[in-house]
């Protein structure tokens, strides 16, 4: 990593299964930022959805009331995935629970393996990206949903013309931005990049 990095150090339970990963496959690069990440749109579902349940229990008092406001807020959530834009490119699947890994020389999504509330271990890589196949990264945006769960979104293109959209919850927005940050740096001016 040099002196200008804007990457955070992984934690290191994250970053031995990483290493391990570059290991097994001959890879010397260093670990610069392992955090967790979700489906763009994920956290804002989830919360809408509990929140529709909440105010239907609240209503009604009956569980059948606590359903009808989880409906209501399933058709709520279908809307928005239908209104979002997705004319970049398509989708890069990405489970639900991810973990995003920068590394000296590749980008690499993990399924997680969640062992309690807050802890959590990258279970398998399900993307492994060299840096020189990300063509360009957007501009983080920060996005609220109902009530106070607010996230960071990007989308970062890939050489095969998908596009990964995803999104860092609140607790480590922070750290995603400069994740981001750090990658934009490593890949270069992005008006050489297509977009």
Same mark, same amino acid.
């Given at each position: 990593?040099?002196?200008?990095? @804007?990457?955070? !150090?992984?934690?290191?339970?994250? /970053? ?7 290991? &097994?496959?001959? *890879? ?6 392992? @955090?967790?990440?979700?489906? /763009? ?6 919360? +809408? ?24 807020? +399933? ?6 995935? /239908?209104? &979002? ?9 990405? !489970?639900? %629970?991810?973990? *995003?890994? @920068?590394? +000296? ?6 399924? #997680?393996?969640?062992?309690? *509330? ?11 990206? =060299?840096?020189?196949?990300? *063509?360009?990264?957007?501009? !983080? ?9 607010? #996230? ?6 890939? %050489?095969?013309?998908?596009? @990964?959209? #995803?999104?860092? !919850? ?18 270069? =001016? ?6």
């Amino acid at each position: 990593m040099t002196e200008s990095s @804007l990457a955070i !150090p992984a934690k290191e339970y994250y /970053a031995k299964r990483v290493r391990h990963y570059l290991a &097994v496959r001959g *890879l010397d690069e260093e670990v610069l930022a392992a @955090l967790p990440i979700s489906p /763009a749109g994920l956290a804002k579902a989830r919360q +809408t959805r509990d929140i529709g349940g909440v105010v239907g229990e609240a209503s009604g008092g009956t569980p059948q009331s606590a359903g009808a406001g989880r409906g209501i807020a +399933t058709g709520i959530n279908a809307r928005r995935d /239908a209104a &979002v834009d997705r004319g970049a490119g398509p989708d890069l699947p990405v !489970p639900k %629970s991810s973990m *995003l890994v @920068l590394t +000296t020389g590749r980008l690499l999504v993990f399924s #997680v393996f969640q062992l309690g *509330l807050f802890n959590a271990r990258p279970k398998s890589s399900k993307w492994d990206i =060299p840096l020189a196949d990300v *063509l360009w990264v957007s501009q !983080p945006s920060r996005d609220s949903g109902i009530g106070l769960v607010k #996230v960071l979104r990007v989308e970062i293109g890939v %050489s095969s013309g998908h596009v @990964l959209r #995803v999104e860092f !919850p609140q607790v480590v927005a922070e750290k995603g931005a400069s994740l981001i940050a750090e990658l934009a740096r490593r890949i270069g =001016p992005l008006d050489s990049k297509a977009r």
